[in-house]
């Protein structure tokens, strides 16, 4: 069946044109199925049944995956077999019946807004370090991105002068503006810090890690636990948590739903009325009794 996956990856990524980590996201959910196919005695493709991709998703629930998994293998499994049949590999799509769970959408935790200014003035310093570290921070809750979308931005995508960032997927282009924070902090950043930095200096790459190559996930994750504990933020804090913050503050301070929408780039904007439908009693709350001046 490896083959048939090894297939599927280079028509998404040839044809659909998905991320990197989509793929790899595909990637790793169905070689969990087809492991535990093997294990069950199937090894033929087409030999696997609706009853058999079932009893998958039983014991994925039976192990106490969480909803948001399990609901991310059936979508794994039906866009595979959707391939499967279209490549008249398979007679039957298997897959067609599959229900995902309901998913029961938590209110995301965000910070107040001393705790993000806390935060961001953590890298104050004047080494390569500080000065870099300052830009993504300040970026990234200016922006309200993805940490993906993050470290691989690339120099062209960022257009200093006016004030904004192009941020691109394979369906589409989104344009983020930042204020002045973001603006000084990327100035001074890319004024010669970022040069300093670079092994390659041909790298289109914004940001560098400090052995000189593009910055990496676990890298930024470890950077912003670093200057949360530093901050005393007591919170668990992940590189999420600045995107729903920086969406949280928007909309508490007025902002209409569609533009945050646009801004985060999310196609449906019942993902984003989530920010509208948190407690406006307990964000008070928390600026009231964190903020200097609430």
Not at 83 to 94: C, F, M, P, T
Not at 133 to 153: F, H, P, Q, S
Not at 206 to 235: D, E, H, T, V
């Amino acid at each position: 069946m490896e083959k048939y996956i090894d297939s599927f990856i280079i028509y998404l990524h040839n044809v659909k044109k998905m991320s990197q980590n989509t793929e790899l996201s595909y990637r790793r959910d169905l070689k969990k199925v087809v492991d535990y196919l093997n294990e069950q005695g199937v090894s033929d493709i087409k030999k696997v049944t609706a009853t058999n991709l079932t009893g998958y998703v039983m014991y994925l629930e039976k192990n106490n995956f969480s909803a948001a998994t399990i609901s991310r293998n059936i979508a794994s499994l039906k866009a595979f077999y959707h391939y499967l049949l279209k490549e008249g590999i398979v007679d039957a799509d298997v897959a067609e019946e599959l229900k995902a769970p309901k998913i029961e959408k938590k209110i995301p935790e965000i910070l107040s807004m001393d705790e993000v200014v806390r935060l961001l003035e953590q890298p104050s310093g004047e080494s390569s370090k500080d000065i870099r570290d300052k830009a993504m921070l300040e970026l990234l809750y200016a922006t309200g991105i993805r940490v993906t979308e993050l470290i691989t931005l690339k120099t062209e995508d960022v257009n200093l002068n006016m004030g904004y960032i192009s941020c691109k997927d394979a369906n589409k282009e989104r344009v983020i503006p930042f204020g002045n924070e973001a603006k000084k902090a990327l100035t001074k950043y890319l004024g010669g810090t970022r040069e300093a930095m670079l092994v390659d200096p041909n790298s289109e790459y914004l940001f560098a890690n400090c052995s000189g190559q593009p910055m990496s996930r676990q890298g930024f994750w470890k950077l912003i636990k670093y200057y949360a504990k530093k901050a005393g933020i007591n919170a668990d804090i992940t590189p999420h948590t600045l995107r729903h913050s920086f969406a949280a503050h928007l909309v508490e301070n007025g902002a209409d739903l569609r533009s945050v929408q646009e801004m985060l780039g999310h196609s449906d904007i019942s993902t984003t009325q989530i920010y509208a439908h948190m407690n406006h009693s307990h964000i008070k709350e928390v600026y009231a009794k964190a903020h200097p001046r609430g």
